[in-house]
């Protein structure tokens, strides 16, 4: 979870951001907004539980309309500034539609990030179990939970350092010299890129694989593909791009570089058809979003 | 500025092309919608990689291993959403058969809603006590070691079924290559079209572009469903329309010469007065060509 | 040995050829990319126009111009970006355009960047870059929707949450249309959310993985982007335009580095596909050969 890891942004004071002040919390309105939507959460469940079942499926379907149509407005309502970059009176209970944007999607990283937790807890389930009853391999499982382990206390290790060096209670060589950020270094720079580079260097194993069994010359469609594929192959290599480099690019002859002819493949066959695909692909999820807003979609919305 | 100078300097510069096409395009899935919604019959082609679900959990149910579903590197969005609903389609025919499941997460928030809908499954089945909480995972939310968990997972289970749908990146020929190498059938959907090479590559059925968001309406044979697929296919009919006008207007424009003092902007050649450039057949990209 | 004998073996040496155990392929494959990276062969470049058009746009800028750069990769992706990435910082400290670095894909991006930003920093050419005088690094942003969102909107407030909305990079950037270009160097579908969102601010760069590129090539056909720099071969396009611009012959470059990891990892990847093509043709041959076999027979 990449965005847990940096700050939330704070939004601009006004409708959706209140002011940060040293005033007494209790005197603060974000103290009470907070308590105020935990108050008004309970209320909604209260209630909700209590709705009869037939009205829920409506109820669930209009959330997930209005929550729809919330990034849908984001594309038509005016922003903060114009394209000349002149300010637009905001019209929003004094605020910016753009302002609520953030504010709305921090909200909803808060609840994946809860959500987190389920994932975490799946896996103690899973990897624990194996461990305790000593099933076949359970030696990964162990392993697992013991990298996991180390790579928490690590991780919370250098970052109440990085904490200390933010207050300048300690300098940041001072911290680098510690056990913790030294630790955190290894097991983070030294091991865990190094085998995310790995797991990414294998694609070039399974690649050549894949296209040695897959790539047969079946038909005439297959040794047309073929064809291409090898000529698109080699204008990307210098060592084939010489044998035509002698060619004049801007003469007849140059119709038959490698060059010429891989990006003429790339810009006017290829491009074409990746456009294709791509207004089927967009016009696909606009029917699906259609669908889900609607509540027509069974299955994933509640029955 | 005022709102409503806004909304005039707004529709200067960017125009209502845009909104006026998305409107259209809603009205036609709208219209269809409450078209097969009073009955009017509506059919759509076969789709052989959602034919072959049955079969290929047949099959592991024969050979007594697990089927394996990866919802892909997506968020909880539409795409995800769409590729759990046809899990949920496809562990219905498991629960049937008695075929034991994988179902492998990246996301938190994806692996809960997918655990309370398989379960949803299990119980509409009427077998809720089949359901074993572990056969939904979570694995990790880095992108290779999710690959990582997922080729072990294959490995060791030697699992007879692939159904990889949604969202995939780099590490979807990683997890197909393993699947192929267990001698596994494979269907595979993704959206990321340029992994749809290496899926074909590897696997038996792929489902391509947009037929992954027909499959929902596809295995459901929902009237309703069924009638917005028709909308979307009224709106490529329109947009081949734009495109061959387009292209019309456009050729006509190349062939017009350009004036003098333009096509020093225009990075022309020496002796160059058109927008393409004749003389070479595989035209090169150049500047003056682009736009 | 008699006849018979002959072709059954002839057709058992077809049948091995054409189901090859996985692992003879990447045995060979490990053999040809370990000798090649410690003993690359140097081959002539034949520059990409895509490639060319960014670097001659970004060379065209003026001397104390602002460019946004988003680093998106990782080391994951470093075979392709990092060459990239570092020819883009060399060309930008020698014509002395100043950057800003932001990340959206990964908390590690800014890390990495800074790494490979503080070495060349250091080289002759480089007019001894200095961190928030020349450049200035924004960090990582969790959103990258809402993080191009507000750029586009303003991008004062949007680096203010960074505290780096004053640094001296940052003078006369009133708008985004202020910065010069947007440099997305990636790994990840990052550059379509500026594709949505950018409003022809800017004119958008991209330096992308080379499968990545099929995706892309269509937005530069269509003048989206001003320039597509394409994998490994990209990152050796922009050597080799840095050497064109800055030969070593001359003498006040001669301590200029213009090749790094782009031509370094050209010849591994170029003998690569060599296999990749030559595993291909022998499957088909030993595949044709049987089914004359056995129409023979």
């Given amino acids: ?303 | 500025m005022e709102l409503q100078d806004y909304w005039l300097q707004y529709k200067l510069e960017w125009g209502w092309v845009e909104y006026g096409t998305i409107l259209l395009v809603v009205a036609f899935i709208l219209y269809n919608i409450v078209r097969a919604g009073r009955g009017k019959g509506v059919t759509i082609r076969r789709i052989p990689g959602l034919d072959q679900i049955d079969e290929a959990v047949g099959r592991a149910t024969e050979v007594g291993r697990p089927i394996l579903m990866v919802p892909g590197l997506g968020v909880l969005d539409g795409i995800t959403v769409q590729a759990i609903t046809i899990f949920s389609s496809i562990v219905r025919t498991a629960v049937r058969f008695g075929t034991p499941i994988r179902l492998l997460n990246y996301d938190g928030a994806v692996y809960a809603v997918a655990q309370e809908i398989v379960r949803d499954v299990y119980l509409s089945e009427g077998v809720p006590e089949q359901f074993d909480p572990d056969s939904v995972r979570f694995v990790s939310d880095r992108q290779f070691a999710f690959a990582a968990g997922v080729a072990g997972v294959i490995q060791r289970e030697k699992v007879a079924a692939t159904f990889f749908m949604g969202a995939f990146y780099a590490e979807s020929i990683i997890m197909a290559e393993n699947a192929n190498m267990v001698g596994a059938i494979q269907v595979a959907a993704t959206t990321q079209f340029i992994q749809t090479p290496f899926f074909i590559a590897t696997c038996d059925y792929v489902l391509l572009g947009d037929e992954f968001y027909a499959a929902s309406a596809y295995l459901g044979r929902q009237p309703v469903l069924l009638g917005s697929l028709v909308g979307a296919d009224w709106a490529k009919m329109v947009f081949v329309m734009f495109v061959l006008i387009a292209a019309i207007a456009h050729s006509f424009e190349a062939r017009t010469p350009v004036p003098a003092d333009e096509r020093q902007d225009l990075g022309f050649a020496d002796g160059q007065i058109y927008k393409d450039r004749p003389q070479l057949f595989f035209g090169k990209m150049t500047k003056a060509s682009r736009f | 040995m008699t006849n018979a004998e002959e072709t059954k073996a002839e057709s058992r040496f077809w049948l091995t050829l054409q189901a090859l155990d996985r692992r003879w392929l990447y045995l060979i494959l490990v053999l040809i990319v370990s000798w090649l990276v410690l003993q690359p062969i140097e081959a002539p470049n034949v520059v990409s126009t895509r490639s060319e058009a960014l670097y001659d746009y970004l060379s065209g800028l003026d001397e104390g111009d602002v460019v946004l750069v988003e680093s998106n990769w990782t080391n994951s992706t470093r075979g392709e970006s990092r060459g990239q990435f570092q020819a883009l910082m060399r060309l930008l400290m020698r014509k002395k355009i100043k950057f800003v670095i932001t990340a959206i894909a990964d908390p590690q991006a800014p890390n990495i960047a800074r790494e490979v930003i503080e070495s060349i920093a250091k080289e002759p050419g480089s007019n001894n870059y200095q961190e928030n005088v020349d450049w200035v690094m924004a960090g990582y942003f969790p959103n990258g929707e809402n993080h191009v969102m507000s750029m586009v909107n303003d991008v004062r407030k949007e680096l203010a949450t960074k505290g780096i909305e004053d640094s001296p990079v940052m003078e006369g950037i009133n708008d985004l249309s202020d910065m010069k270009a947007i440099i997305n160097v990636t790994a990840s579908a990052t550059i379509l959310i500026w594709y949505e969102r950018i409003r022809n601010k800017a004119p958008i760069g991209l330096m992308c993985t080379a499968v990545m590129s099929a995706e892309n090539i269509p937005y530069f056909v269509a003048g989206q982007l001003e320039g597509l720099v394409i994998g490994a071969k990209g990152g050796f396009d922009f050597e080799t335009l840095l050497a064109e611009e800055f030969p070593d012959t001359n003498p006040e470059f001669s301590e200029y580095t213009n090749f790094e990891s782009g031509r370094r990892y050209m010849s591994p990847l170029a003998f690569a596909l060599m296999l990749l093509v030559l595993s291909v043709v022998a499957g088909n041959v030993a595949m044709y050969m049987l089914r004359r076999g056995g129409e023979r027979s």
Wanted: glycine share 8%; net charge negative.
């Fill in chain 1, 1 to 303: 979870m990449n965005w847990l890891i940096a700050q939330v942004e704070s939004p601009e004071p006004g409708f959706w951001g209140l002011p940060h002040t040293d005033a007494p919390l209790l005197t603060q309105g974000f103290f009470w907004a907070i308590v105020g939507s935990l108050v008004g959460m309970v209320v909604v469940i209260f209630f909700l539980a209590r709705v009869p079942s037939n009205f829920r499926r409506p109820i669930a379907v209009a959330f997930v309309f209005l929550a729809g149509m919330f990034y849908v407005l984001e594309w038509v309502l005016p922003r903060g500034k114009d394209m000349s970059g002149e300010t637009v009176i905001p019209f929003l209970f004094g605020s910016n539609y753009e302002d609520a944007v953030p504010v709305v999607a921090n909200l909803s990283q808060i609840i994946f990030g809860l959500l987190l937790a389920l994932g975490i807890l799946s896996i103690f389930r899973v990897h624990f179990g194996r461990l305790f009853r000593l099933e076949k391999d359970w030696f990964f499982s162990f392993v697992l939970l013991g990298s996991m382990a180390v790579m928490i206390v690590f991780g919370l290790m250098n970052w109440s350092l990085d904490q200390a060096v933010a207050r300048e209670a300690i300098t940041s060589e001072q911290a680098s010299r510690t056990i913790a950020a030294q630790g955190f270094q290894f097991v983070f720079f030294d091991m865990l890129q190094n085998l995310d580079a790995a797991m990414f260097s294998l694609i070039a194993f399974f690649i050549l694989s894949a296209a040695y069994r897959a790539f047969r010359i079946k038909s005439i469609e297959a040794t047309i593909m073929m064809a291409t594929a090898l000529v698109v192959l080699m204008s990307f290599i210098p060592i084939f791009l010489a044998i035509t480099n002698w060619l004049p690019a801007d003469q007849f002859v140059g119709n038959f570089r490698v060059d010429t002819i891989g990006d003429w493949i790339l810009d006017t066959i290829n491009a074409p058809a990746l456009r294709a695909i791509d207004l089927g692909l967009g016009l696909g999820i606009l029917a699906m979003a259609i669908r889900i807003m609607l509540g027509l979609e069974r299955g994933v919305s509640v029955d």
